[in-house]
Each structure stands twice: as C-alpha cells, then as structure tokens.
C-alpha cells in the first residue's frame, strides 16, 4: 500500500511567522498536488509538481517536489491568517499514468492567529 | 459553470436506513469519484468512475454502491446505513484519476 505520511498534523502559528509542512512517501509519484481545504468546503488545488527538484512558487507559498520524486514541501512565508485551513497533499501517478487514482495525505491543519 | 453539484447538504439518518447522496457535473469530465473525509484520517476513495456504465471500488467500499448512467451523475447509494458511515462525503470530477480533481462542497451525514 503506498501511503503519504504529512507531517505535522497540527500547527499554530502567529501571523507573520513563517511555517513548513512536508509531505513524505517510500513510493514514487509522477506528480503531487497540494490543496488547501477550508472548513464547510471541499479541496481546492493549489499547484501541481512534476518534475523531480521543481520549485513552485504561488505569492507567499514555495512548493517543492523532492529529486527522487518521493516527498515535496510548502513552505508558506509571513503567514496570514487566511492562510488557515487544512493542507492536503495528493500523490498521483505512480501505477499506470492517467488511469490511477490520487492517494491522499491525512492533512496539515493550519492555524494563523492574527 | 456550476461545477461540481452535491445534494442534500446535510443528513441525519437511523442506523439500517438507506438513501442517495447525488453528485452532478458540468465540465463534461469523464473521471468522477466519491471520498469520505473523517478526522484524522485523511480522505479516502470509496469508489470512482472512469466514464458512463464504468464503475470501480476504491480503498473504503463495503456499504456503497455507485452507477453512473451518464457522464454528469454519479449517485452514492447506502444500502444500510452504519454508524460507522457517518462521516462527511466528497464528490470529485477530473479529466483523469491522476489529474487536478474538482471538488463539491460535501455531504456532511450523521447516523444514529
């Protein structure tokens, strides 16, 4: 079973802080997604990384796809507190191309006090 | 565009009742797929669709059943409701499996 291992479950933070989350597997993916989910509401996609060693930057969050395509990171800059929500990263890829499905990680839930 | 559509919002159902969670699109997506979200545990795939009359099991399916008869529908049916179902569903739609999935704004359902 290929797992996606999100670290940390929790986080909270002060506005302006700065803040990184990580997204581990022993599998390789050929892509990560990253959503961002806000309560009452479903994920929504805030980037997609594909290429080992990519940087992603999206205003204040830079994400990253490991090398070996196994792990990625989203650093998020001076937190604010829309940035709140819950942080979810999706591996796709890894059996047959389009046909598979996404294997998602159990979330960051992020916390910024103003 | 409407998106992804998902209806009721909100349930209270009595454990062995049964009932239909509905999920429209109107991106024309072949792909569509049916989560359940619970704390701490992530989202899981109940089951999916790779297009009309295709349908598969995901990692969660003991208790669904799903048809999809055309390409914009694709119902959950539970066939005895479980307090173990209570839980809130995601609908999703996409070009593919592996692709950017669309969310609908959940069915948030309680089983008593």
């Known amino acids: 079973t290929q797992l996606l291992e999100q670290s940390p479950q929790f986080l909270s933070i002060q506005e302006g802080e700065n803040l990184t989350v990580y997204c581990n597997s022993s599998?390789?993916?050929?892509?990560l997604q990253w959503y961002r989910q806000e309560p009452g509401e479903g994920p929504v996609l805030l980037v997609t990384?594909?290429?080992?060693?990519e940087v992603k930057k999206l205003k204040r969050l830079t994400f990253q796809f490991g090398d070996a395509r196994k792990d990625s990171s989203l650093h998020i800059t001076a937190a604010q507190p829309g940035d709140t929500g819950l942080y979810l990263c999706?591996?796709?890829?890894?059996?047959?191309?389009?046909?598979?499905?996404?294997?998602f990680g159990k979330g960051t839930k992020l916390s910024v006090k103003p | 565009n409407a998106g992804v559509t998902q209806t009721p919002k909100f349930q209270v159902l009595k454990t062995g009742q049964s009932m239909t969670l509905q999920c429209a699109q109107d991106m024309n997506h072949e792909y569509m797929s049916w989560y359940r979200q619970d704390p701490g545990m992530g989202l899981r795939l109940i089951h999916y669709s790779v297009g009309a009359g295709i349908t598969d099991q995901g990692e969660v399916p003991n208790g669904y059943n799903v048809s999809r008869s055309t390409t914009e529908d694709f119902p959950l049916r539970l066939l005895s409701a479980a307090p173990s179902q209570t839980s809130v569903y995601f609908c999703a739609s996409s070009y593919g499996g592996a692709y950017e999935q669309f969310f609908g704004p959940g069915t948030r359902l309680t089983v008593l």
């Open positions: 999706a591996g796709g890829g890894s059996w047959g191309g389009s046909q598979g499905n996404l294997i």
């Open positions: 990384v594909v290429t080992g060693g």
């Open positions: 599998s390789v993916f050929s892509s």
